[in-house]
């Protein structure tokens, strides 16, 4: 019995203290999780309007894939990462339309993860960044694709306890995926 006390002790303590370092964290590398997370909102939003308006005619003059990922590396916002090392395209890509698709929405989905382990979830009230004056929302990045989807469900109500999301940006995750 002493055992079990004794470790919902250290269970508590960890999760009360462990949000401070997660802050401060945060505030340290403030920059680094901003060029990601506008990585990965530029990625996706490029994405979604060149597979959602490209046309037969674009194809046949060239305007595939292969051209498609030359624009999206040069018009990169950040400069590190870049978009091959983020993609892990460093040796080529893929030049097939859903492996690509795929492959970006389980990339950015799986560095969201990461980050909200490493600094909790980057809401928009922690940190606040726009892109073409639009407020970057990280819960977008979940409607792409079920990949992981109990995985960041839990992580999400973690996070609301903690204060991290509120309950309108979780409402809207619930909604995208149909929760």
Same mark, same amino acid.
């Given at each position: 019995?002493?055992?079990?006390?004794?470790?919902?002790?250290?269970?508590?303590?960890?999760?009360? @203290?462990?949000?401070? #370092?997660?802050?401060?964290?945060?505030?340290?590398?403030?920059?680094?999780?901003?060029?990601?997370?506008?990585?990965?909102?530029?990625?996706?939003?490029? +994405?979604?309007?060149?597979?959602?308006?490209?046309?037969?005619?674009?194809?046949?003059?060239?305007?595939?894939?292969?051209?498609?990922?030359?624009?999206? +590396?040069?018009?990169?916002?950040?400069?590190?990462?870049?978009?091959?090392?983020?993609?892990?395209?460093?040796?080529?890509?893929?030049? $097939?339309?859903?492996?690509?698709?795929?492959?970006?929405?389980?990339?950015?989905?799986?560095?969201?993860? @990461?980050?909200?382990?490493?600094?909790?979830?980057?809401?928009?009230?922690?940190?606040?960044?726009?892109?073409?004056?639009?407020?970057?929302?990280?819960?977008?990045?979940?409607?792409?694709?079920?990949?992981?989807?109990?995985?960041?469900?839990?992580?999400?109500?973690?996070?609301?306890?903690?204060?991290?999301?509120?309950?309108?940006?979780?409402?809207?995750? #619930?909604?995208?995926? $149909?929760?």
């Amino acid at each position: 019995m002493k055992k079990i006390a004794l470790s919902v002790f250290l269970l508590i303590s960890l999760l009360a @203290f462990g949000q401070p #370092a997660k802050d401060s964290l945060l505030v340290k590398d403030h920059a680094q999780v901003e060029a990601r997370l506008k990585l990965m909102h530029y990625l996706d939003t490029a +994405v979604l309007k060149h597979f959602t308006s490209i046309t037969k005619k674009e194809i046949v003059e060239g305007e595939g894939l292969a051209y498609f990922y030359k624009k999206l +590396v040069a018009n990169s916002p950040v400069v590190w990462p870049s978009v091959a090392e983020y993609l892990g395209y460093t040796n080529g890509f893929s030049s $097939n339309s859903n492996d690509f698709l795929n492959n970006l929405y389980k990339k950015n989905l799986d560095e969201l993860i @990461f980050i909200t382990k490493l600094y909790g979830y980057p809401s928009s009230e922690r940190i606040k960044i726009e892109v073409d004056r639009k407020c970057v929302l990280a819960v977008v990045f979940m409607a792409r694709t079920d990949y992981k989807f109990k995985e960041v469900k839990k992580l999400l109500k973690s996070e609301i306890r903690i204060g991290n999301i509120s309950q309108k940006e979780y409402d809207v995750f #619930a909604y995208i995926t $149909n929760d």
